[in-house]
């Protein structure tokens, strides 16, 4: 009975004494932890910016949401000095009354572009006050991306004469996937049409390299044949997760330059 006694101290403190946590994400951190490492240096986070819309019957609709963090959890690794906020789900996606835009899906979130504004706005002001330098707001949706530098601007400048934060749009995160990732793709024999802006092969290709679990690839030939009207622009069929990492690559090379080039220079 001794004996054990004595194990399960030792093992007690075993785990009393475990270093902490390495996840780059500040929700999985205590407050302490999280304190440390600004303190430590790592004054640098990434707010992943994501949304939850329709994507076609074959994407599910939090797919911005866990491409943005996932990516976002890379980023940081790279960086080293990093940590990740908790993704923002909710995001501008048309009028609610009358529908427009991706509200005429079922399961779309939208709230008004002020609101968004106000949260990032709010975001920023609390990072800024917990030791952090560099706010970085990483969008995976294009509809948002100009909230996104009117956010930053405004705080720039109030903050202009004083030392400490600074706010970055990362809009290079997501121009990539329309520019680099889109060039890779077509090198490799695809074709404009198939590619598509929303929920076609490039969409699809990135969702399989972060998460197939979100894919569903029994429902590519509906998605093809369904068009626009089912919310799909593109041809999802010929989508593969090696398709998909070609993006998912670029997204964090760029991402992790345009971040080190302007911590630097400020």
């Not at 491409?67 to 990093?82: D, E, F, M, P, S």
């Not at 030791?131 to 294009?142: I, K, P, W």
């Not at 509906?222 to 997204?251: F, I, S």
Request: net charge positive; proline share 6%.
């Amino acid at each position: 009975m001794l004996a054990c006694l004595v194990v399960l101290a030792v093992a007690s403190r075993g785990a009393l004494a475990a270093p902490p946590p390495t996840s780059p994400y500040l929700e999985e951190l205590t407050w302490t932890e999280l304190r440390d490492r600004v303190h430590a240096g790592a004054t640098t986070v990434l707010v992943p910016i994501g949304g939850t819309e329709q994507s076609g019957p074959q994407l599910a609709l939090g797919k911005h949401n866990q491409r943005a963090k996932v990516i976002a959890g890379r980023i940081a690794q790279r960086l080293g000095n990093a940590v990740v906020a908790p993704t923002l789900a909710y995001v501008p996606e048309g009028a609610i009354t009358p529908p427009a835009a991706h509200m005429r899906f079922t399961g779309t979130i939208s709230i008004p572009e002020p609101v968004f504004e106000a949260v990032l706005e709010a975001t920023a002001r609390s990072f800024r006050q917990h030791g952090f330098r560099d706010v970085v707001l990483l969008g995976d949706h294009g509809g948002y991306q100009k909230s996104l530098e009117r956010v930053a601007a405004k705080l720039n400048r109030e903050w202009a004469g004083q030392p400490g934060c600074r706010v970055l749009a990362l809009v290079d995160y997501y121009r990539v996937t329309q520019t680099d990732f889109v060039e890779a793709l077509k090198a490799k024999g695809l074709r404009s049409d198939e590619i598509g802006s929303h929920a076609g092969l490039a969409d699809t290709a990135l969702m399989l390299a972060i998460d197939p679990t979100m894919v569903r690839t029994d429902a590519f030939e509906q998605a093809a044949t369904a068009g626009p009207r089912d919310g799909v622009h593109g041809d999802p069929r010929r989508a593969t997760a090696e398709l998909g990492r070609l993006g998912v690559e670029r997204q964090i090379d760029r991402s992790v330059q345009v971040i080190r080039d302007a911590t630097r220079a400020r």
